[in-house]
């Protein structure tokens, strides 16, 4: 059975936050992406991931991407890499130097090489961090590093294949059975992207709808994958995180798009999902 979210459903995903919370206590994300020709993806998806209320945000990019990173934004903690790329070697440095206390590590977004990949993923799950991949990072080759870890995966149709090489049909309702069936047997939670976007973790189902023909602006990907690292520092259920960020950001874009019309751009939704985010917004005393 497909669920529609909700304003209402979401409402029940977002935890509230506590009134005497201190920095850090709201979220810590990690952002490893970028590269020489991507350098906004990063970026991207560290604001969004501050939008959703994410007390920190660090960039892990390459060094070759690190000042115009850094300029981008003074809210954004940089961690250059130690190669140009994720390479094995600048993932093994990366995975001695992760801050304490990160709840979740998005990974893919921009990347040019991810060899490095398998051996980051396996030090973020022994620290206990969530991890998000996107983009880049979704490779068949790491199917099998997912198990056993509570991953989300972010793919739209072609990277959907590329990882599982199996085409997701039109119909919402196969689509939808081969999107569970897929995480069941990897063991994560997958946001397939679309006109509809479908969440499963091979048990719960949900689905996304709302027109937003403006989201095809690039770099969109790269703010949901922010949007849903931020929710899953708030709520572990992988389904619930994913289906909370897919919302949040499908009504950024279509608020922007009511305000702009035809041309937003990935950053014009990042200042509409405050917007959306106040209307969860609750205090815990």
Do not use: W
Request: net charge neutral; charged share 20%.
């Amino acid at each position: 059975m497909i669920q529609e979210i909700t304003s209402d459903m979401v409402a029940g995903f977002v935890p509230p936050r506590n009134i005497n919370s201190r920095k850090g206590q709201n979220g810590k994300v990690l952002v490893v992406g970028g590269s020489r020709i991507y350098h906004g993806a990063p970026i991207l998806s560290s604001l969004a991931a501050l939008r959703v209320g994410v007390d920190l945000a660090y960039a892990a990019v390459p060094k070759n991407i690190v000042d115009a990173v850094r300029a981008a934004s003074p809210d954004i903690i940089i961690m250059p890499l130690a190669d140009q790329k994720l390479t094995k070697g600048a993932a093994i440095k990366l995975s001695k130097t992760i801050p304490l206390g990160i709840d979740v590590a998005v990974i893919g977004m921009g990347v040019e090489f991810v060899e490095g990949l398998p051996v980051l993923m396996r030090r973020l799950s022994n620290m206990n961090i969530r991890i998000v991949l996107d983009a880049g990072a979704l490779r068949n080759d790491i199917v099998g590093e997912i198990h056993g870890t509570n991953c989300i995966l972010t793919p739209h149709a072609g990277e959907f294949y590329r990882l599982f090489k199996e085409t997701p049909p039109d119909d919402t309702a196969e689509r939808a059975s081969i999107v569970s069936r897929m995480a069941s047997e990897c063991g994560a939670t997958i946001l397939l992207k679309g006109t509809t976007d479908i969440i499963s973790d091979g048990i719960q189902t949900l689905q996304n709808t709302g027109s937003a023909p403006a989201m095809t602006a690039g770099g969109t990907g790269d703010v949901l994958a922010g949007v849903t690292a931020g929710m899953f520092t708030k709520n572990r259920n992988g389904v619930e995180a994913a289906g909370a960020a897919a919302y949040i950001n499908k009504q950024a874009g279509m608020l922007a798009q009511y305000d702009l019309g035809l041309h937003i751009t990935a950053s014009d939704m990042i200042q509409h999902i405050p917007k959306i985010m106040k209307g969860f917004d609750r205090v815990h005393h």
